[in-house]
């Protein structure tokens, strides 16, 4: 434990971690690893929605859980027309600096980027009756499947085209319940129910409804890049915060990793959720989200470091694992979760049957 201190005492001394995550990785490095799952008080600490696809989060006091997951999450996209694909901050990192909020009545999406004026996009859901098929794209190429979305219009596609300098930019929602026919990725929903492989259906998320992780695991990849720069005579650099990571929920009372072993929980008593795989991390976690640079000091983090402990193969090839996803069933739909809600309920021992199992607790 000393020695720990020792290593880790500037990264104390500066606040990258704070007093709670101290104490409990203190705690985690005397106790012995089947003590892991022991701890009580975890709380949902953070609460957040991306409305549109790879752009800035909302974060919330509270929010609706919806048949997608979260209410509004990853409902808008940005789509390049020409390739009838969509796009992310792979292509374009600076999409990490186009901000979203709600507006006072909750009516609006406000969207807002330095240099433009804020546009405003109505969250009244889309009427099937007033679709105009010419703006019906029905096969958009996403990360594994297709999408089927609605073009927003040239008013709003043109604000997105001059954010990211390209006319080919255009803006759309996703189709209205009975035109959408998207499912969660299909491991994750062999995970959960290989009978009914297309019972979850999921919004323009990339993989499944609901991503988590704990601060304590955040703070610890802190210290481990913080460890890989020293020994490499690199810059000391700020520690990065859940931003990086483009996490639903953010947890509070773990112990790093400690997230890794669930299987099942509830939050607030009475919303229950099922883990159904890891992420595999990919390079927008390289992504400086207040600048919308892509690797700002060329190193590669926080994958690189992660690459030495988290990393896993799979159908896909390597991947580094960091963060789960949860399903909404189906009894929970309309549910709320709020900011502090207390988890319960903890079930252990989640296995992947498409990630090979890695070292969680090098």
Not at 3 to 26: C, E, P, R
Not at 57 to 72: A, D, M, Q, T, Y
Not at 324 to 331: F, G, K, L, T
Request: proline share 4%.
């Amino acid at each position: 434990m000393s020695n720990w201190i020792k290593d880790h005492k500037s990264l104390i001394a500066t606040g990258v971690l704070s007093t709670a995550a101290i104490t409990l990785l203190l705690k985690y490095m005397s106790g012995p690893s089947k003590q892991l799952n022991k701890f009580g008080g975890i709380t949902l600490e953070k609460i957040l929605v991306y409305p549109i696809k790879s752009c800035g989060p909302i974060e919330l006091k509270s929010c609706k859980l919806s048949p997608f997951g979260l209410e509004n999450d990853r409902r808008f996209m940005l789509i390049n027309r020409k390739e009838n694909r969509y796009v992310n901050q792979k292509v374009y990192p600076m999409m990490s600096t186009i901000k979203c909020k709600y507006s006072q009545d909750g009516k609006y999406l406000i969207v807002s980027k330095e240099g433009l004026e804020d546009l405003r996009i109505s969250l009244e859901p889309l009427d099937a009756a007033d679709i105009d098929p010419s703006r019906v794209y029905k096969e958009v190429k996403m990360f594994d499947n297709i999408s089927q979305v609605y073009d927003q219009g040239d008013e709003q596609s043109e604000w997105f085209a001059k954010a990211l300098g390209n006319p080919d930019i255009r803006f759309t929602q996703m189709m209205p319940v009975g035109e959408y026919n998207r499912n969660i990725r299909v491991h994750m929903a062999e995970s959960i129910d290989a009978s009914n492989i297309a019972r979850f259906k999921n919004s323009l998320s990339n993989s499944c409804h609901i991503m988590f992780l704990s601060q304590a695991t955040i703070d610890d990849v802190n210290v481990r890049i913080e460890k890989t720069r020293k020994e490499k005579g690199e810059t000391s650099q700020a520690p990065l915060t859940w931003d990086r990571y483009r996490p639903n929920f953010v947890f509070s009372g773990c112990t790093p990793y400690q997230e890794d072993d669930w299987s099942s929980y509830t939050l607030g008593g009475e919303v229950d959720f099922q883990v159904a795989d890891y992420n595999g991390r990919c390079p927008i976690v390289t992504v400086q989200q207040d600048t919308g640079v892509l690797d700002p000091f060329g190193d590669d983090e926080p994958l690189r470091t992660l690459r030495t402990y988290r990393l896993s193969k799979c159908k896909a090839g390597e991947k580094t694992l960091l963060g789960q996803y949860i399903v909404v069933h189906e009894n929970m739909i309309g549910k709320t979760v709020n900011i502090g809600d207390q988890l319960t309920n903890l079930k252990n021992g989640f296995e992947s049957k498409y990630f090979t199992k890695v070292n969680f607790e090098k």
